[in-house]
């Protein structure tokens, strides 16, 4: 379940720009990279191995990333946005790729393992560590993640968000500046996702390019549309299930994807509110208007 | 000419990319995968010919009749699940498509296995000539001449054809184009078998010049995506341009600065999404 709370970091921050701000980002795995590799980095090369710094430093790299990009995407909405974030996630993708003697290529760079809390668990084995201290250390981070979230989504900042995804023109007249705003969104949500990325790492000691692959952000994309994107629990929900049914699934079959293309095709036609829009009948589903 | 060469094949899928965007304004994300498709039963059917004692010489016949063939999958895609999200968000049709990515990816493996297919003893059956001082293999040019053919095919398709009439017409205003009496699911469906069989005949004909591998269809989409980014959405023009642009490019950078490679793509594919969003021809009708 590691790979659940550094996932669900990531996803409470593409919800910001997916389920609240209307947008949908095809490249968000891009922060995922940032965050990972700055975890590499940090550990293997500057010698920093607290790992409250590296969640920090990665959540302000991702930041600081996000800040010219999202300035470029935010400007334009729907399919261009999504094929805009897709292009600046394969460009870093490719740059992870290419330039092989600082990243180390295709075979990616080693992570080693963090302190936590200052304590260096360097003695512990592995499974202890993973199972032990560091589980319960992502857990903090995904509540503090959850905490913060929350407050973002209802402060005046998450409604002005809201007004923007279902109706910018009025947002706009009523003197809500809307690319300022998405560019916020977009700039918090590539943060979430480059610290939730930090957390990737550790447990399997290494980070490859693959994790800024563009299927990458379809898989997280998927995730939060499974939970049902919109509601505040929805993604943590979907990227539970994901996670647990992949385990699941590929312990039957090594083809996850062919069960899991058959679920999100389902879910596509049938469930477009994803597993809390199901649990929510009855109720009016916040759904994607049409 | 081997960025020539990779062009007229990116070309095919970017066509049948363009196609469907410009007629359903679906983003077909799966087109890659009926590339992959069309690449494994290419392999497979020229596996057969030969088998069967078929001429060396001929096995090109074999092979673009199962890229053609193949491509009657879009029918079954399209009937079978892209006609339910017609009304919603682009969004859900984008996801769909992915959907389709993640499922035909493991079919494939399901299938074919996971080591690469390839026929390449052909690849030089029809011998090489030299070109501009490098040796172009013959096969290449056959591939960009098919190319060409079907660029003007579809050219004349859309515009002095009956059918292309009504695939501009609702390409233009799907509403009056109904209220006009054309049957619209029919309409879709055919486009998108049309677009489906572009991508697999591409996967088809690319098949004796490298292997065939299940990861091939995902690697290919992004490069058919900056095609029609650079060319403009909808665009048939613009599929040709692009595809030319980025087929040389391609090659270029690889013989001057291999690391390079796809990043010069990726950075032209912003600049002109920055710059001028609609493409270099966009605007145009499908």
Redesign the interface.
Known sequence: MLPFMAYGVVLLGLNLLFGYSGLVSFGHALFIGVGAYAGAFLTGRFGVRHLEAIVLVAGGLGALVAMPVGALCVRYVKIYFGMLTLAFGMVFYTFLLKFYRLTGGDEGMPVLRPFLLGQDLGAMPKTDYLAGPYYYYSLAVLVVAVLGMWRIVHSPFGLCLRTIRDNPVKAETLGVSVTRYRWFAFVISAAYAAAGGALLGPPTGNVDPTLAYWTHSGNIVFMTLLGGFGSFFGPLLGAFVFIYLQDFVMSLVPYWRLVFGAILAAIVIFAPGGLMGLFARGRPVEVARG | MSGVFHAAILFLVAAGLQVVFGVQKI?N?ACGSFYALGAYVGVSAVQAFTAAGGPPWLFVLPLAAAGLGVGAVGVIVERG?LR??Y??????Q???T??????????L??TWGTAPRSTSALYLTYGQVRLLGAAVPVYNLIVIGASLAIALGIGWLLTRTVFGRIIRATADNREMAEALGVDIGRVYARVFTLGTALGTLGGALVIPATAAMSEMG?ELI?EA??VV?IGG?GSMRGAFVGALVVGILRSVAISVY??????VI??I??AV??LR?RGLFGGAAA
Do not use: G, H, Q, S
């Open positions: 983003f994300l699940l339910f999200v009304d919603r968000d682009e969004t859900f984008l996801l769909l992915f959907a389709v990515v993640l499922m035909m990816e493991d079919a493996r399901l995902i992004v995506f900056a980014v959405l291999p690391e390079l490679e796809m990043l990726y950075l594919v912003i999404l920055v969003p």
